[in-house]
């Protein structure tokens, strides 16, 4: 959250790219784009766009982090040394290994491990342009890829963020927003159990724009939801217009 | 709450989607009971029989399990027996005594499996070790073959409605042709030509599991490769 | 892990044959997307098969060598990532992540395809710092054909940042300037299985071959950067008979590339 920018975020009761505040961007998944991998999917978020691929579940190397009755979920999220306006060094960095852990987390709640003991599942997420929600869009990516890869999961893991920016509380940020805005709120949750899996913050909030900022990510998660299933049932699909196809 | 099914039959259903709500529906294969209602486990296909809610996976890696027959390839030769590589997660073990039914010394164990042999054998045991034998038939060392990949998933379809589509197979190609449940097809035979004609058809039989009259496509494609 | 048979590949090579269909000295389908990464100054997605890279330039502004004051800087950076192949771990980049790399960057640096005068801002003082990074989606076989080719797209993609007074880029304002590219580098890898060299390998083709060299041509058919990689001795003769077969489709696929 930098600060504020000399230009104003809502014009007319609309967004820069002219999107209302309760609207996601257009989103298109592709499922095995990764043949080689277990599971596979694309996913792009606006010009956000991220490849996942999941691996096993197979034998833990090393041999130490493995847990004897279930499956140890491990998530290395990366951003690509090209995706971001400057180039970053390639390899882990500090926000690169926390995303990981929180990822970690958020879609190990969903899969069912004991039906994996004393294996990893490896699940890989590459962001290829960063546009805002990069977090959010692997997560989408990942799950999909997962279930891609037949693991047995409790819910699918959908993912978007809430913020505000120029005083508006508004739903799945993109850079110009994220960049200007006053707080940022990546959540995942399973649709189904209503579960939230990951919740991170940033910025300044009120409590009631934080509800209101719950509201919007609770409501985007049907679509977010049927996006994923169109894919995994389909091969592909997209979200344009308010609707999935 | 009332008694509602959601799907139809032989849908496609993904993880966490809500097949029936209410309590008479009994869940099956990868659906669950999640308080009053079915879930479906994983992204698979779902048929409904009564009341009766069952889903079969449609994707996945291997896992074993007890009584499974799968290829594997010895990667090193111990005091206890042979190390078979199966693919994922883990190595097993062939132990001296299940290799066959014959006792083994081992100095000669060799006779029997060297390094880099292929073997299709029966997993007896799971747990902190997967356990091989190749005691019984149709378990053995298989020859020079092409061994290829398939989804582990897509094993029903290769073998078929009580085998009749590896039969097909068989019958049409004149190759000997071993189906492991761990994702490996092997395939021998004379002509190299139909090997690999063999291997066209159960790439055909993965990429096209969901249409109908596959068995038909699959013995034209065999016989149109005759010379 | 995969299981491939030896004996079997070996015999079926031998005769001239391919477990895909193909002939010896065929190379995969070839496909191309340009321009799709947004904050890339330049980017290609190449698919050669089921072989897919990634390619992305980045422009910086760095201060120039001192013994070329006037020239700019390039560098080749490439990747095995665990996302695009069971055989490749995480970590910090192994040797052969590091070979495909400086070969990849041999092709292109010796091809004489970028003149790095054209990088030069202010002699001694600012230049452009040329990156390009390439990431494998789907390794399956024979990355370094492909990553030449992306590279080489990604490089045609590229646009210049606009600079500010102090030399430095603005990343949020794309000039429409590109670079001036004066080749077209090309590299043929082959794989030898048994007595045979094959072209563009797949995964399973190496995972049993006993040899492998790569070949980088330029437009005149010369030859601009070599390497091999196994662990068996080539003949004379058989590295003659690659080179002739690496100019000829080095040819092909320029062609087939003005194409698409």
Not at chain 1, 102 to 128: G, N, R
Not at chain 2, 172 to 194: A, H, M, P
Not at chain 3, 98 to 118: M, P, Y
Request: proline fraction near 5%; hydrophobic fraction near 40%.
């Amino acid at each position: 959250m930098a600060g504020k920018s000399s230009e104003p975020m809502m014009v007319k009761g609309k967004r820069l790219d002219g999107r209302k505040t309760n609207e996601m961007r257009p989103m298109k998944i592709k499922m095995g784009v990764v043949p080689q991998a277990v599971g596979s999917a694309e996913f792009s978020m606006g010009k956000t766009t991220v490849v996942a691929a999941v691996y096993g579940p197979k034998e833990v190397h090393p041999r130490h982090m493995m847990i004897p009755d279930r499956a140890l979920i491990r998530v290395k999220y990366d951003m690509l040394p090209f995706s971001t306006t400057d180039r970053i060094r390639p390899g882990p960095n500090r926000r690169s290994k926390e995303i990981s852990k929180v990822m970690s987390s958020a879609l190990e709640a969903a899969v069912y491990t004991k039906k994996y003991p004393a294996t990893v599942i490896d699940i890989f997420v590459q962001i290829t342009n960063a546009n805002a929600g990069t977090r959010t869009a692997a997560i989408n990516a990942a799950s999909a890829a997962l279930a891609h890869a037949g693991i047995e999961m409790r819910d699918l893991v959908c993912s978007v963020a809430a913020g505000k920016a120029d005083g508006t509380v508004m739903l799945d940020l993109f850079q110009p927003e994220d960049n200007f805005g006053e707080a940022d709120l990546p959540v995942a949750m399973m649709p189904n159990s209503e579960g939230i899996t990951l919740i991170q913050m940033d910025g300044d909030l009120t409590k009631k724009e934080f509800d209101e900022s719950m509201k919007l990510v609770t409501e985007a998660m049907p679509i977010l939801y049927e996006l994923q299933k169109k894919a995994l049932i389909n091969g592909e699909a997209s979200f344009e217009g308010g609707k999935v196809k | 709450m009332t008694e509602k099914l959601q799907i139809k039959d032989k849908e496609l259903v993904v993880p966490g989607q809500i097949l029936a709500e209410g309590m008479s529906y009994i869940p099956s294969g990868k659906a669950i009971r999640n308080g009053e209602t079915i879930t479906s486990t994983v992204l698979g296909s779902a048929s409904v029989k009564g009341h009766v809610v069952k889903v079969q996976a449609l994707s996945g890696g291997y896992f074993p399990r007890k009584n499974d027959m799968i290829i594997g390839q010895v990667t090193e030769l111990a005091k206890f027996g042979w190390r078979v590589e199966i693919g994922q997660p883990n190595q097993a073990d062939l132990p001296l005594r299940d290799a066959s039914t014959s006792f083994i010394e081992q100095g000669s164990m060799r006779k029997y499996f060297s390094e880099g042999d292929y073997v299709f054998a029966g997993i007896t045991e799971v747990g902190k070790f997967i356990r091989l034998s190749t005691k019984t038939r149709p378990h053995r060392k298989l020859g020079t073959g092409n061994i290829i990949e398939v989804s582990p998933s897509n094993i029903p379809r290769i073998i078929g409605r009580q085998g009749s589509m590896i039969k097909t197979i068989k019958d049409t190609s004149g190759c000997n042709v071993v189906v492991g449940q761990n994702g490996y097809v092997w395939i021998q035979g004379e002509d190299l030509e139909k090997v690999l004609l063999v291997q066209k058809a159960i790439e055909m039989i993965e990429s096209d599991a969901q249409t109908s009259g596959l068995t038909e496509k699959v013995e034209k494609m065999l016989k149109g490769g005759k010379k | 892990m995969t299981l491939i048979n030896y004996e079997f590949q070996k015999e079926l090579i031998s005769k001239g044959k391919r477990e895909d269909g193909r002939g010896l000295n065929e190379f995969r389908e070839l496909s191309v997307e340009i321009g799709k990464i947004d904050n890339a100054n330049g980017s290609a997605r190449v698919k050669l098969g089921n072989t897919e890279v990634l390619a992305g330039v980045k422009f910086s502004v760095g201060t120039p060598y001192p013994d070329s004051p006037d020239e700019g800087m390039f560098m080749v950076n490439m990747e095995l990532n665990p996302l695009s192949s069971p055989d490749y771990e995480a970590g910090p980049p192994k040797p052969e992540a590091i070979e495909i790399s400086r070969v990849v960057d041999r092709a292109i640096r010796e091809s004489k395809t970028l003149d790095f005068k054209d990088l030069s801002i202010v002699k001694g003082e600012a230049a452009w710092m040329c990156s390009i990074d390439i990431y494998p989606i789907n390794a399956d076989g024979n990355l370094y054909d492909a990553a030449v080719i992306a590279a080489y797209l990604a490089l045609k993609d590229a646009k210049f940042p606009e600079l500010d007074e102090d030399n430095k880029p603005k990343h949020e304002t794309r000039t429409k300037n590109g670079l001036k590219l004066n080749n077209i580098p090309m590299m043929v890898s082959f794989a030898k299985i048994g007595d045979s060299l094959i072209v563009d390998p797949t995964r399973r083709e190496e995972k049993i071959m006993e040899d492998r060299i790569h070949i980088g041509t330029i437009d005149n058919g010369n030859i601009c950067a070599m390497q091999k990689g196994g662990l068996k001795p080539l003949t004379n003769d058989e590295l003659s008979e690659a080179v002739d077969t690496a100019i000829a489709k080095g040819k092909d696929l320029r062609k087939l590339l003005k194409k698409l």
